[in-house]
């Protein structure tokens, strides 16, 4: 079964817009960590954010944010006045802390493209 | 180096040979994974080591690919006699440690083209 779900494939915006890209995840665990990671064209994925499912405060970074709410098992991430260096693949991936290895399960991964 | 470094960052082989593919993961790192992204899978994980030993390999998708680590630091995934359906990019990252939460940090890939 699916434990991360993105279901949006790809996003254009207008540069300058605002874009959320939607993570549901599923887990049957009550300790677990949920990550964003960016694609660029280079293609390294580079790390966003770690957060724990004790925490469900959002978080500002620069014009990243996010919105974890367990009751809806959701973790979006909202990229504010959008570039063209934002485009890219967005994955948000799972750990279960009963897993023990620090697995990580993906999802397919949002590809945004940010028109200039 | 800073990062998690991969070795060959592109690699085109004929069907049936075999490849290795080398991961030098960032200093200090005891857990190194070895992922693999293809268009059809998304992203798969292969195998994860804890030092030196590999205590899970349940990803591996046939007896053909096979990976080891020495010294606690680099490591070589090897394909043997592969197939197109091989080809894709192999993804190497490394963590602190093996507990959950451990921020999981990727290197660039190799990407491998089977023709």
């Known amino acids: 079964a699916q434990k991360v779900t993105q279901a949006q494939t790809e996003i254009s915006v207008v540069e300058k817009e605002d874009v959320t890209l939607d993570c549901v995840y599923e887990?049957?665990?009550?300790?677990?960590?949920l990550f964003w990671y960016k694609q660029p064209p280079s293609g390294e994925l580079v790390f966003l954010i770690r957060?724990?499912?004790?925490?469900?405060q959002n978080e500002i970074s620069g014009r990243y944010s996010w919105n974890f709410q367990k009751s809806t098992s959701s973790f979006n991430f909202t990229i504010t006045a959008s570039q063209v260096v934002d485009s890219a693949v967005y994955f948000c991936?799972?750990?279960?802390?009963?897993?023990?290895?620090?697995?990580?399960?993906f999802g397919k991964g949002n590809q945004v493209v940010v028109i200039p | 180096g800073a990062g998690v470094s991969q070795s060959p960052s592109n690699k085109v082989t004929e069907k049936g040979k075999d490849v290795e593919l080398r991961c030098d993961p960032i200093?200090?790192?005891?857990?190194l994974y070895w992922y693999r992204q293809s268009l059809g899978q998304g992203l798969e994980f292969l195998i994860y080591?804890?030092?030196?030993?590999?205590?899970?390999k349940s990803g591996l998708p046939s007896d053909r690919f096979s990976a080891e680590r020495t010294g606690g630091s680099v490591s070589t995934l090897t394909i043997q006699r592969t197939q197109q359906e091989d080809s894709a990019v192999y993804l190497c990252?490394?963590?602190?440690?093996?507990?959950?939460?451990?921020?999981?940090?990727f290197g660039e890939g190799s990407w491998l083209t089977v023709v």
């Open positions: 200093s200090g790192h005891t857990a």
């Open positions: 990252a490394s963590s602190l440690g093996r507990a959950s939460g451990n921020t999981i940090y």
């Open positions: 957060r724990n499912s004790f925490d469900e």
């Open positions: 080591f804890q030092g030196n030993s590999a205590p899970d």
């Open positions: 991936a799972l750990s279960e802390a009963q897993d023990g290895n620090n697995r990580l399960a």
């Open positions: 887990t049957r665990d009550t300790t677990y960590y």
